[in-house]
């Protein structure tokens, strides 16, 4: 069965330092790739999306992934985090016409 | 902007009643989800309709979960009986295909 994995259930970072999150997926074939931003009891935005093309993707709030085929991985990455950043991230793939999510990552920002 | 609507935002309910959950999506978009959301993980789809027809239910607990959207447009999932377990956040989301879809605020259940 396809899946997404999120291996970070929880990250710490200060504010201003750069953020990676890691996100690996299973499908085999070229994968629909998204990540999506959940603030707490708030439903999920898109951050942004990979269907073809250019590996590095660029998304809204400054955000950016890199897709790595030969590491089925999609990581989000921010350079300089900042305090409103703090929320729940989620990777998702698209796998017999649905959407499957990650079970998240919580990103934490000190002051 | 556009956006989905659903109530309500927040409902308690003690087990073995019957709860319902609206959405409105965003106007013009044919497919709907419905997804349930346990705390500490990602949404997991329960069904999806294709204008007023039911598209892929096959992880809706039938049992005691259904789910209409009369006239393709808005639509309403219902759970009777409600038991402990049905605790979470129930996401509904709009869009024209499954790569583009957008996310309501949910709707928290908590069952007592």
């Known amino acids: 069965a396809q899946s997404v994995t999120q291996p970070d259930i929880h990250i710490t970072v200060s504010e201003g330092a750069s953020l990676e999150l890691r996100c690996n997926y299973s499908?085999?074939?070229?994968?629909?790739l998204f990540w999506y931003v959940q603030s707490p009891g708030q439903g999920l935005q898109l951050l942004l999306k990979?269907?073809?093309?250019?590996?590095l993707v660029q998304g809204i709030k400054g955000f950016e992934a890199e897709f790595k085929r030969s590491q089925s991985s999609f990581n989000l990455r921010k350079p300089s985090v900042h305090w409103s950043d703090a929320a729940e991230y989620f990777c998702a793939e698209v796998s017999s016409y649905k959407l499957i999510f990650g079970s998240g990552t919580r990103l934490l920002v000190r002051p | 902007e556009a956006e989905v609507a659903q109530s309500p935002r927040y409902k308690i309910t003690e087990k073995s009643q019957a709860v319902a959950f609206w959405c409105d999506p965003i106007?013009?978009?044919?497919?709907l989800y419905w997804y349930r959301q346990i705390l500490g993980q990602g949404p997991e789809l329960l069904v999806q309709f294709q204008d007023e027809s039911v598209v892929d239910d096959s992880q809706l607990p039938k049992d005691r979960f259904s789910a209409e959207r009369l006239k393709g447009v808005d639509s309403t999932l219902k759970i009777q009986p409600a038991e402990l377990g049905d605790s979470a956040m129930y996401l509904c989301?709009?869009?024209?295909?499954?790569?583009?879809?957008?996310f309501g605020p949910g709707t928290r259940l908590t069952v007592l």
């Open positions: 990979y269907f073809s093309g250019d590996t």
């Open positions: 106007s013009g978009h044919a497919t």
């Open positions: 989301a709009s869009g024209t295909s499954v790569n583009e879809q957008f």
């Open positions: 499908y085999g074939a070229t994968p629909y």
